[in-house]
């Protein structure tokens, strides 16, 4: 399964509302996870399941869709949250992920 | 707390072999699934293949099949990734993760270099 993310990359300012699109070249359901990703760090895990917050992760950071159109928001940009974004759907074996998007200070 | 530790970077030559390691710890080793991801330099993020420490049950990646080799020690609580010959597009940083689907817990990273 192919997931095709947009942009692949995002300038924006600190307060904005952000939201990123990931499609998927087949029907996924609901099993859609997102990452970020910082410089020299390891993935963490933000939303599983569509919509699903990990724990510990703001609530600034939502997702929503099914099928095979998903999309993750940030609804008040934080300097904290300039990274790169992936997701990943965990309907199938072998898992995949989206090619990125890198989200980038104004 | 859950911790995934792995070991340390490798610079290898194209045609050795290569086994790195990821100490779980903080949790029941035997019941949770753990993974690889690859990322190649400036690339995005690839997944290997997991292993079921309980049973040493195995799945790999289509793209990975016959490439690589995952294995368990549940005596020690430590998957391991291995390589028999090394290429050098093999250069990546290699991530062990935590979850059968979606992944909750990566550890630090294995950067491996293979050149001549």
């Known amino acids: 399964i192919q997931l095709t993310q947009s942009p692949s990359s995002l300038s924006a300012s600190v307060g904005d509302r952000v939201t990123i699109t990931c499609r998927a070249s087949?029907?996924?359901?609901?099993?859609l996870a997102w990452y970020q990703q910082k410089p020299g760090k390891a993935p963490k895990l933000l939303i599983y399941a569509t919509s699903t917050l990990q724990s510990g992760v703001s609530s600034r950071f939502s997702g929503s869709g099914s099928g095979t159109y998903f999309t993750l928001t940030i609804s008040s940009l934080q300097p904290e949250d300039f990274a790169t974004y992936y997701c990943q759907q965990h309907n199938s074996y072998p898992l995949t992920f989206g090619q990125g998007t890198r989200l980038e200070i104004k | 707390e859950v911790q995934l530790v792995q070991s340390g970077a490798e610079v290898k030559k194209p045609g050795e072999s290569l086994k790195i390691s990821c100490k779980g710890s903080g949790y029941r080793f035997t019941s949770y699934w753990i993974g690889w991801v690859r990322q190649m330099p400036g690339k995005g993020l690839e997944w290997m293949g997991i292993?079921?420490?309980?049973?040493?049950?195995?799945r790999y990646s289509p793209s990975f099949q016959g490439q690589v080799t995952i294995s368990v020690d549940k005596s020690i609580n430590t998957a391991h990734l291995q390589w028999s010959s090394l290429k050098a597009s093999d250069t990546a940083m290699y991530y062990c993760?935590?979850?059968?689907?979606?992944?909750?817990?990566w550890g630090q990273g294995t950067l491996v270099t293979v050149s001549s």
């Open positions: 087949q029907g996924i359901t609901s099993y």
């Open positions: 993760t935590r979850g059968e689907y979606y992944l909750n817990y």
């Open positions: 292993i079921y420490p309980g049973d040493s049950d195995t």
